[in-house]
């Protein structure tokens, strides 16, 4: 089947499927760093949003205040995703064509 401009079904399904691993790659090697408490809290995220590493002040655990030590491990899990999410829609924004994302 063809569509305007001469371009077949196939030839796009081939095209997106080769976008697709591409972007499955990037997200592999994508890593992101996010802090919470000023740095007392670090996470280390994969763009596949697997946790890789958490950094805790020592400091922080002296404190004996195990409820806010779990605030900032969320807040940073929380921030890295972010993080994750907004890169690859600019990189996913980046292979459509305009206004389509």
Do not use: C
Not at 20 to 35: N, P
Not at 72 to 92: C, F, P, Q, S, T
């Amino acid at each position: 089947m063809k569509f305007p401009g001469g371009m077949n079904i196939q030839q796009m399904m081939k095209q997106a499927q080769q976008m697709q691993e591409k972007m499955a790659r990037e997200m592999e090697e994508l890593r992101v760093e996010a802090s919470a408490g000023g740095g007392v809290v670090t996470v280390e995220m994969k763009g596949t949003h697997e946790v890789t590493q958490i950094k805790i002040d020592p400091e922080a655990v002296k404190e004996d205040d195990i409820e806010m030590l779990q605030d900032m491990i969320v807040a940073a899990v929380n921030e890295a995703n972010r993080k994750i999410d907004e890169a690859m829609k600019g990189k996913l924004g980046g292979m459509l064509p305009p206004g389509l994302l």
